[in-house]
């Protein structure tokens, strides 16, 4: 590994992520946790909720590899995504926003077509329409009900998983969910990877409010797939869309979140679309 290398530093809603290019995967290696650590690490490091390393699929070596290879004739880009603990996530819905900005900004792929990128769930298909990128999340699992708490409080909480698992829990207010230094407690038999757990308000018709705690990362400002989550289980309670069933036409729901706000459509044949900004914000080189 070099001394310096480049990064570049990026946000979607304020969730933010330090972005690494290896295009053949020649300068990172194995992506040590505590790298990931260092660099995500607020007064330390860069800081970001996660890291994404920038690299084609063919040329990826880790222990998933095997499974990536399925993807590499479809899409040239994997988003090696790990979150701000080290850990990896399956999915990182604004991550692989910012991921395509990177890679229209660079030239690497025309944005004026859907852009095919690789995940650790599979292929994901991003349009890019000024400031706004939309990434087709496929379609979501509602996989039935929990339970999630914070100190002696505790909620009824739908699970939801869009490539990683979600646990989304109504409110009257997103202060009840207090402070979230903690993680929140969370049914293990359900969840025995972990959870990103949503705490959800309405706003009004097809508009909610969130906050989250990511898996890995802690409270953010903005989660992707959590905002998907969010809005599969809304529209479900709204009765916009049948129980074990997809919309007969498209519905949008408005997700705010606290760094900026989301839009969410599940259409008509059952894929869930997000949609909001995407930026690249910096870029160097660090000795991390
Ligand atoms: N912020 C992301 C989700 C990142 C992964 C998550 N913390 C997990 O471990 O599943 C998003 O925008 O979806």
Known sequence: MPDAYPFLKGHGTENDFVLLPDHDGTVHGALAPERVRALCDRRAGIGGDGVMRVIRTASYAGPDAGTLADYSGSAEWFMDYRNSDGSLSEMCGNGIRVFVRHLVDAGLVDGTVP??????????????????????????????????????????????????????????????????????????GTYPHGVNVEFVVRRGERHVAMRVHERGSGETRSCGTGACAVMVAAALHDRLVPEGGAPTDDVAYRVDVPGGTLTVTWTADGRVLLTGPAVIVASGTTTL
């Open 115 to 188: 852009v095919p990128v690789a995940t650790r769930d599979g292929v994901k298909a991003l349009t890019v329409a000024g400031d706004l990128v939309t990434a087709d999340m496929g379609a979501p699992q509602v996989l039935g009900s929990s339970v999630v708490g914070v100190g002696l409080r505790s909620w009824p909480a739908r699970h939801v998983d869009m490539g990683n698992p979600h646990a989304v829990a109504f409110v009257d207010s997103l202060e009840d969910a207090g402070s979230l230094l903690d993680p929140p407690a969370y049914d293990g």
